[in-house]
């Protein structure tokens, strides 16, 4: 089978290196290039350390095309989790810059040309808030239609955020962005908070990591020393989640999940900024509500975990 050529939209961050690194091991997908945004880091950061992990992984053939810095409604007051991943976006190891540079293309123009040179089979994996994909619809309406799949990591449903009890990181970090990537009409598969906290790297995986001889194994904990000591503050677990991995396997291997169908929209005002609500179309209104004739999405709703931390932890484990 022809591996499934992927883009990964990206604000790296620490388990965007562990999901960037399983897709290059991952011999379903074929990565045809990153596309960066703010979120974990600001843009220009996330360009930096997606250009990084790529000499990593001695993959600079993949192209990196720089996102955008702003939100879809220009917004430049940004909320960035530097607190979960280190003021570099990777642990704080002092990597020196990379000697890669992004191409001229913005992530837009790059996930508007790929999508229209092959046309249903490009596979964007979004792993931050989702202003380039927003903005790609904007520019070309033929978007939503020439792209394969968007698997996003994004939203909370029936379950509190991660960045309030409303709302989950990528969404809130551009609500706006998101409402239109969710009613598109694009295929949608949405992996929320409510599906990767259930998939979690323990501290007993994380030595058997440690212990491997797989370079991206090694690599990654020598990252993730942070990230496991705000899994403790924040949740009072013993393990860190998996959100950016899990999402890359909906990607990879999308029998680990199940899904639900329907129509999801996102608050963008008051208190609850950033909500994911999920019309699952039981019950018929009487009145015509703001879920009404909008395209339905995917929501994934169980995930099998144990198969799921096996799997990324067999291929970051590989050499
Ligand atoms: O507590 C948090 N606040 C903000 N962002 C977080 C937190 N925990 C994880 N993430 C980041 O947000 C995405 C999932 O929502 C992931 O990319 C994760 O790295």
New binding site residues.
């Given amino acids: 089978m022809t591996p499934k050529k992927i883009i990964i939209d990206t604000?790296p961050?620490?388990?965007?290196a562990m999901a960037i690194f399983l897709a290059l091991r991952s011999p379903e997908v074929e990565v045809i290039g990153l596309t960066t945004i703010y979120?974990?880091v600001y843009t220009t950061l996330a360009t930096m350390n997606a250009l990084h992990l790529l000499e990593v992984a001695g993959r600079t053939d993949i192209p990196v095309a720089e996102g955008s810095h702003v939100t879809i409604t220009k917004g430049t007051k940004l909320?960035i989790?530097d607190?979960?991943?280190g003021s570099d976006g990777l642990g704080n190891q002092n990597f020196p810059p990379p000697s890669g540079k992004a191409i001229k293309q913005s992530a837009a123009e790059f996930l508007v040309e790929q999508a229209s040179l092959h046309p249903g089979e490009v596979t964007v994996v979004a792993?931050?808030p989702l202003t380039n994909l927003a903005l790609a619809i904007e520019l070309d309406p033929a978007f939503a239609k020439n792209v394969g799949q968007i698997v996003l990591?994004?939203g909370a449903f029936c379950v509190n955020?991660?960045?309030n009890p409303a709302s989950?990181?990528?969404v809130?970090g551009d609500p706006e962005a998101a409402d239109i990537v969710f009613t598109s009409g694009a295929d949608v598969v949405a992996v929320g908070?409510n599906v990767?906290h259930q998939v979690v790297l323990t501290d007993a995986d994380r030595e058997k990591l440690a212990n491997s001889n797989g370079k991206f194994a090694q690599y990654l904990c020598k990252i993730m020393g942070i990230?496991y000591s705000?899994?403790h503050d924040?949740y009072s677990t013993r393990g860190v989640?998996l959100?950016?991995p899990t999402t890359v396997l909906a990607a990879v291997n999308p029998s680990l999940m199940t899904y639900t169908e329907g129509v999801v929209r996102v608050q963008t005002v008051g208190i609850t900024r950033g909500l994911t609500i999920l019309y699952n179309k039981q019950k018929r209104f009487e009145e015509v509500t703001e879920w009404s004739d909008k395209p339905t999405v995917k929501v994934a709703v169980t995930v099998d975990a144990p198969a799921a931390v096996k799997l990324i932890m067999d291929r970051l484990m590989e050499s």
């Fill in positions: 604000d961050g620490i388990d965007d979120g974990n909320r989790a607190f979960v991943h792993l931050g990591l994004g955020g991660n960045v989950e990181a990528n809130f908070i990767t990230y705000y899994h924040a989640y959100h950016d």
